[in-house]
C-alpha cells in the first residue's frame, strides 16, 4: 500500500487560478461575449425552440400572404406647360427654370389633394363601391370587441361622413409623382378591379384638368367683372357728354359745323385762317384730352386694383399677361396653402415652401405692378401737360376770334370731351367683349400623354418579396429565441462552459446514472464506470497540483449529488484494490450509510460495508450545536496512513458555510455542480467561501448529465466513451 502526503506540496492558487487573469474584454472575461461559433453552437443546442419560433412566425405570415386580395394599377401620364408662365430675363436668365421645378411641384400638390380626390369619388361614386363600402366598415378584430363589450358600438356613418372617407381612402390609392428632371407627371392608381383602376387614372386626370380649366375661368370671369363695373360710369360720362353738346348747341343756336366752313344761323360763313388755326388747334385738344381721359381712367383703374391687391383685375386694365399669368399662378399656390392649411401643422415644410412661394409671386406681382402704375402716371403726366400746353395755346386764339368763334370753339370742346368720353367706353366694350370670349375658350395647360388602361395582370401584392422578408424575420425571431431561451437558462452545460464562467477547473463530468447507487459498484454501466474511473485517475496520477489523498466533496446547494460523487470515488479506489474512507459531516441530514443500504444505529465507524471501502458518519446535531472539527482533524491525521484515499462528504457551502472550515483540513476541495441546474452565481459565491478558509479548491465535477440531451460540441468525450462501449459490448 502506497501512501501519498501532498501537504507540503499544496499550491498556493488553485487550479485553473489563471483564468481570473483573463482580459475583461475577451471572451473568457465577459460573458456577454457571444463569438459566431458559440451563437452556431446555441442554435444546434437550442434548435428545436428556433424551429418552434421560426415556424410559427412563417406560418402565421404564410396565412396573411394567402389572405391577401390581389390589386391591379393603372398609369396616366400627363405634361403641364410650366414653361410658358414666366420667361427668363437678362437680369435672371435662370427664372424659368426654377419658377418651373415650383410650379411642377405646385401641380403634383393640386394632384395629391383632397379636393381632386373628392371630384374623383363624385364622378365614379366610389362610397357605393364594394371595395370601398367594405374597407369602411369594422375590421373582424373591432367587431369582436364590440361583441365582448371592449369597444362601444361606432354611430352609423352619414353620407357625407362616408364620402369623405371613402375620398382619404382613395387618397392612399393613388400615387402621383414627378421624376424633377421633366414637366411629365405620373398617376397611378391601385383599386381591386382591373376596370375600375383604369377608370380612377383617367378620372383623376379629368378631374385635374376641369380644375385647372375652372381655375382660368373664375379668373378671367372676375376680370369681366370689374370691367362692367368700370363700364357703367363710363357710358353714363357718354352721355353727358353729348347731351351737353345738345344742349349748347340749342342755347347758342348753333348748327353743325359744315365741311370747309361754318354755319352761322342759315349762312354759310367762309373760315377765317385764325378760325382754320383754332379748329385744328381744337382737333389736337380733342385728341389730347380724349388720350388723358382714357390714360386716367387706365391710372385710377390700376391704382384700385393695386390698391385691394386684385392681380387679375389689373391685369384686365392694363392688357398685361405677366400680372395674368402671376395672378393664376398665385391663385394656385393660395388654393394649395388652404388645402394645406385644413390638414397639416403650421410648422409643415410643404406648407412653408408653398406660403414662400405666394410670397416670392405677390412680391414679384407688386414689383410689376408698381413698373405699370409708374409708366401710366408718365403716360397721364405727359398727356395732362400736352392738353395743357394746347389749352393754353387755344386760349391765345380765343382773344383773336368773334363770339360766335367763342361759341364755336366752345362747342368743339363739348364734342372733344364727348369723343373723348366715347373712345374710352369703346375701348372698354371691346376689352370686356374679348375677355368674354376667353373665358368661354379656357383651356388648361396640360396634355394628356398616356391615358389610363385596364391592365392585364395584378400589380400585388408581391407574394414572392413579403415571403423572403417573412423567411428572414422568422429566421431572425428564432435566432433571437435561441439566444434567448440558451441565456435565461440558469445552469452550466460543459466543462468549457464552467471554467468560462466559474474559473475552476473542470475535473471531470459524471452522466445521470440508472438504477440505486449499490448498481454503481458494479460494471452495468460502462460510461459512468469510465467518466468516474477518469476523475480517479486525475486526483490520483494528475500533476501535482490535483493530487490529493484527503478531499473534501461538496456543493454550493443541495441536491446537486455530492454524496453520490463521494461514494463513487470511494467505490472506484475500491475496485482498483485500494482502501477509501468516507467521512459523512452532515450532521443534520447524513445520507452515506442509506446510500449504501446501512443502518446507522448509535455506531459511528461502519467497516467494509463494501467492499475495501468504510464509513465514519458524524452525530447528528441539534440545530444550536456545532461539529467538533478538532476531533475531526485529528480523526484525519490518525488515518491518513491506513487509507489510500480519505473522502469527506460535507452539507452545502452556502447552507451550511462551517464546511469551509472542514475543507481546510484536507488536502483539496472538489465542487459537485449539477448539469443545466446550478447557476455560475452560486459555484463562484461557493468558491468565494472555501478560500476564506484557505481551502484549496481542486475543481468540480458536472454530475447529473442526461446523455440524451447532449449535442455534439458538449458530450465529445461521453461519445468516445459510448463507441468504446459499443466496440467493447461485440467483443
Known amino acids: 500500500m502506497t501512501h501519498r502526503a501532498v501537504t507540503s506540496i499544496m499550491p498556493s492558487q488553485p487550479i485553473g487560478a489563471e483564468l481570473r487573469f483573463a482580459p475583461p474584454g475577451g471572451p473568457e472575461g465577459n460573458e456577454d461575449f457571444i463569438s459566431v461559433g458559440r451563437v452556431f453552437a446555441i442554435i444546434r443546442r437550442q434548435k428545436l425552440a428556433m424551429i418552434l419560433v421560426a415556424g410559427i412566425i412563417l406560418l402565421a405570415a404564410a396565412g396573411w400572404i394567402v389572405t391577401l386580395k390581389p390589386y391591379y394599377e393603372s398609369a396616366t401620364e400627363v405634361m403641364v406647360g410650366a414653361r410658358q408662365m414666366i420667361s427668363a430675363t437678362p437680369q435672371n ?233 402671376l395672378a393664376l399662378q398665385q391663385a394656385t399656390v393660395n388654393a394649395r396653402i388652404s388645402m394645406l392649411s385644413t390638414t397639416a401643422l403650421g410648422q409643415n415644410p410643404e406648407l412653408r415652401a408653398a406660403q414662400s412661394q405666394s410670397a416670392r409671386i405677390g412680391a414679384q406681382i407688386a414689383a410689376d405692378t408698381g413698373r405699370i402704375l409708374h409708366g401710366l402716371d408718365y403716360e397721364v403726366r405727359a398727356a395732362q401737360g400736352r392738353v395743357d400746353a394746347l389749352k393754353a395755346q387755344t386760349q391765345g386764339l380765343q382773344s383773336n376770334v368773334t363770339t360766335e368763334g367763342r361759341a364755336n370753339i366752345k362747342l368743339r370742346q363739348l364734342l372733344s370731351e364727348a369723343t373723348a368720353a366715347q373712345s374710352v367706353y369703346r375701348d372698354y366694350l371691346s376689352r370686356l367683349t374679348q375677355i368674354s370670349a376667353e ?66 477547473f473542470g475535473i471531470g463530468i459524471l452522466p445521470n446514472f440508472k438504477g440505486n447507487m449499490l448498481q454503481q459498484f458494479g460494471d452495468e454501466d460502462f460510461v459512468y464506470t469510465q467518466m468516474l474511473n477518469a476523475i480517479r485517475t486525475m486526483l490520483s496520477f494528475g500533476q501535482i497540483a490535483l493530487r490529493a489523498q484527503v478531499v473534501v466533496v461538496t456543493s454550493a446547494q443541495g441536491g446537486e449529488g455530492k454524496t453520490t460523487l463521494s461514494i463513487s470515488l470511494a467505490a472506484s479506489m475500491a475496485a482498483r484494490g485500494q482502501r477509501a474512507l468516507v467521512i459523512d459531516c452532515d450532521p443534520y441530514n447524513p445520507s452515506v450509510l442509506r446510500m449504501f443500504g446501512v443502518s446507522g444505529g448509535e455506531k459511528s465507524f461502519f467497516s467494509n460495508v463494501r467492499p475495501g471501502v468504510d464509513v465514519l458518519a458524524a452525530p447528528r446535531l441539534r440545530r444550536r450545536d456545532a461539529l467538533d472539527f478538532a476531533a475531526i482533524g485529528a480523526f484525519i491525521e490518525s488515518h491518513r496512513a491506513v487509507y489510500d484515499q480519505i473522502i469527506i462528504d460535507t452539507p452545502p457551502v452556502l447552507a451550511f458555510p462551517e464546511a469551509g472550515a472542514v475543507a481546510s483540513m484536507a488536502d483539496g476541495v472538489i465542487l459537485a455542480v449539477k448539469w443545466q441546474s446550478t447557476d455560475a452565481a452560486s459555484v463562484v459565491e461557493a468558491a468565494r467561501l472555501l478560500r476564506a478558509y484557505d481551502a484549496r479548491c481542486l475543481g468540480a465535477v458536472l454530475t447529473g448529465v442526461q446523455l440524451d440531451n447532449l449535442r455534439g460540441d458538449e458530450g465529445g468525450r461521453m461519445g468516445v466513451y459510448a463507441r468504446y462501449k459499443a466496440l467493447a459490448a461485440a467483443g
Open 93 to 325: 436668365p435662370y427664372a424659368d427654370q426654377a419658377v418651373d421645378l415650383v410650379a411642377i411641384n405646385t401641380q403634383v400638390g393640386i394632384l395629391r389633394s383632397p379636393v381632386i380626390a373628392e371630384m374623383v369619388t363624385r364622378s365614379l361614386r366610389l362610397e357605393d363601391t364594394d371595395e370601398y363600402r367594405q374597407a369602411i366598415q369594422p375590421s373582424a378584430l373591432t367587431r369582436l370587441m364590440i361583441r365582448a363589450g371592449l369597444k362601444k358600438h361606432p354611430e352609423p356613418l352619414t353620407a357625407t361622413q362616408r364620402f369623405r372617407l371613402t375620398a382619404a381612402m382613395l387618397m392612399g390609392h393613388v400615387r402621383i409623382s414627378n421624376d424633377g428632371r421633366s414637366t411629365i407627371i405620373d398617376v397611378v392608381a391601385r383599386a381591386a378591379d382591373a376596370q375600375r383602376a383604369a377608370a380612377i387614372a383617367n378620372a383623376y386626370v379629368a378631374a385635374y384638368l376641369s380644375y385647372e380649366r375652372q381655375a382660368k375661368i373664375d379668373a378671367a370671369r372676375h376680370a369681366s367683372e370689374l370691367l362692367e363695373e368700370q363700364i357703367a360710369p363710363l357710358r353714363h360720362q357718354a352721355e353727358q357728354a353729348e347731351q351737353a353738346v345738345s344742349r349748347y348747341r340749342e342755347e347758342q343756336g348753333l348748327n353743325p359745323i359744315a365741311e370747309g366752313g361754318e354755319e352761322r344761323g342759315r349762312e354759310t360763313l367762309p373760315m377765317t385762317p385764325a378760325d382754320a388755326r383754332l379748329a385744328q388747334m381744337n382737333r389736337e385738344l380733342g385728341t389730347a384730352e380724349a388720350d388723358l381721359a382714357r390714360v386716367q381712367a387706365q391710372y385710377r383703374q390700376a391704382s384700385a386694383a393695386a390698391a385691394s391687391g386684385d392681380a387679375g383685375a389689373l391685369s384686365a386694365v392694363t392688357g398685361s399677361q405677366l400680372i395674368q399669368n
Open 439 to 504: 373665358t368661354t375658350i379656357q383651356q388648361a395647360e396640360v396634355r394628356v400623354i398616356t391615358p389610363g388602361e385596364v391592365p392585364l395582370a395584378p400589380a400585388g401584392p408581391p407574394r414572392k418579396e413579403y415571403g423572403a422578408i417573412a423567411l428572414v424575420l422568422a429566421l431572425a425571431a428564432g435566432v433571437g429565441a435561441a439566444l434567448l431561451r440558451d441565456r435565461g437558462r440558469r445552469g452550466i452545460r460543459t466543462l468549457a462552459e464552467l471554467e468560462q464562467r466559474t474559473h475552476l
